[in-house]
């Protein structure tokens, strides 16, 4: 059902980076469901997490030790140690110390990361018996191969690559991401693995990943549910000979930035494009706001209305629904005879009403299309702001009324 | 598909309050869209209204009128008359005009409402051809026509009566309500209209009315989006044989009070069991909250959270969706480790964990039935609140997705 969402194109190695799948049959015997991670000696590593309360396990135990040294990521899927309190923390303790025993590394070095069904037991026998096997598997060239052992719902893998060149020395910046439900800004249900050969500070690597998440992974939604378990981590290995990229380093600290934005973009909208059910990817785009928020708030009042959802399922270009939506957002005194709303570059509604030249035609064929822009002015500002979002079908009701079954 | 929502019981007239129906042909021929409410000289009204910021001509119309002297309620439906901006208002204003010049009196005495799809032009001609037909039918005995009469998407008629005596007099009060989808509190695609016999001055009747809606109405929701057209109105109209009620009645006062909230509580609890595809009738109570908004936080984010309403779908007790949604709610400082969760009197979640005494069997079992209380304890305080919602099933999609084909 994956909308607009191809094979994945080429996932460049990034030297000092290696990955290693498992199967551990956590779920399905058989199914790839653990990926080691292993990044070089004197790596600097970035993170995002969750604001859920409810963060679990590995969430806990990732936050408080990726200001490093890392040498480790170890994610499981097929359970996500949520909601499993202490015991849930001495599980993914303990397999990151048969991990770190196994390599040969402080306990500290090794990271979890875990995403499933919430609230059962960490299998931590499988865990274990498994991580030989993803240790003798590693390889700069298994990115591709780890995109898939992360998946969960998803049905396709999802990855993004990009390079750049520096005085003759090529970078790189690969990525690889999951989640397909529970997917709401701050973060998803999300799983995001970014890395890179540059040398980069920690402090200047936070910021260029907490910039990029603000513009790609905190700004989509699928079902307005966010997840107890996302992660996002950026590792820089160091290892491309170029000295440390500093945001003194104008053009290359530059490039980066971008090459780490589109990367995440990518990933992001990927998981958009693959999200449970979607038969549509939408942009939902809100211009003229007074403030950021007001352009959030009407951008998620949008984006998570099932009335809209439903409509963009069925095709049908009842803008009205986006207008009573724009009107429950929470916006003080909006003044609604000042909005605009466009599908594509058909005006809509126009100072509040139905646009004197739209027919019902014109929306209708911007409706059948796979990817729609939504597009509101509210005419009473300069600031925008964009989501990503998909349609509610039959499709998304069976997966998730099914998932556990 | 209305869960637990049997005929309606008997709807005790109200004198001085008269209903008449007829069929305007604006949807369907024959379907009977139009229903006139005619009240009694002397009658107080009072309302509470959507907060909507694209609050529909009717509502606009209705609110500007409502403090009266009021004469007449006009209501259609199959068309909401909303996001039609100036000509809806001269519409609205139009039909009104045409009822009171049938009627003989003042256009002011004339307040409208409509229900249906948004953004279309009102077929005024198809009403003001029907107006005379709704008069001739005028009848005290016509709350259940009526009641079907307003109708959309319901798949049952909504209607609750009380009666109570007081120095061998006895007092009515008789309500009807529709409304089915786009349902969230402050109000819903919702109309209700509420009478009493009773004598009861402007204000303290608004008192009344809005002291039931904040407990009923505005407590319940089914898929979180907020009509432009809710209106619930309450008309007293003094025809008892009993002096004014006022707030020093005392048990007068208070009985009228408790009938209200009856009535009020009845009909909006209907309008969920009847909700879009509604196989679950689910009261969300949040207990030990420290403040009633982060209650009602928590009640939203559980009630609104699609992954909650597609498992409730499925009976399936993925209970780590409800510690989810709690976790995102955005109360400050939630301390997750003092949390408990009931499905009934099922302990799921103690302490933030799985509950030790839980087997899947248990909650597989409470979740198997049509009415389902979903109870979180938060630990941190004395407030309560509880709010009614149901469940996210295929049907809802297909209402949804079909509603104007």
Redesign the interface.
Known sequence: MAVGLGPMSTLHPVPGFELGIASAGIKRPGRKDIVVMRCAEGSTVAGVFT?????AAPVILARKRFLGPVRYLLTNTGN?N???????LANATRTCAKLAELAGVPENAVLPYSTG???EPLPVEKIEAALPAALANLSVDNWADAAAGIMTTDTLPKGASRQFQHDGVTITVTGISKGA??I?PNMATMLGYIATDAKVAQGVLQDLLRDASNKSFNRITI??????NDCCMLVATGQAALPEITAATGALFAALKQAVLDVSMELAQAIVRDGEGATKFVTVQVNGGATHQECLDVGYAVS????IK??L??S?P????I??????AG?PD?D??LIDVFLDDVAI?S????ATSYTEDQGAKVMAQEEITIRIDLGRGTCSETIWTTD???E???I??????
Chains 1, 2 share one sequence.
Not at 323 to 328: D, E, N, S, T
Not at 351 to 354: A, L, V
Request: net charge positive.
């Open positions: 604001t859920n309360a409810f963060c996500a949520a909601g499993t309190g202490e015991p849930g069904v919430i609230g439900g529970m709401k079902d307005g549910d966010t997840s107890t998570h209305s099932p009335l439903t409509a399922f069925a049908d009842n803008w009205g629904r207008l009573a939506a724009v009107g429950r916006v909006l609604v005879s509604a100072r509040g009403c139905r509610l079908s039959h998304y009701v069976k998730n009324a099914e998932y556990r079954t």
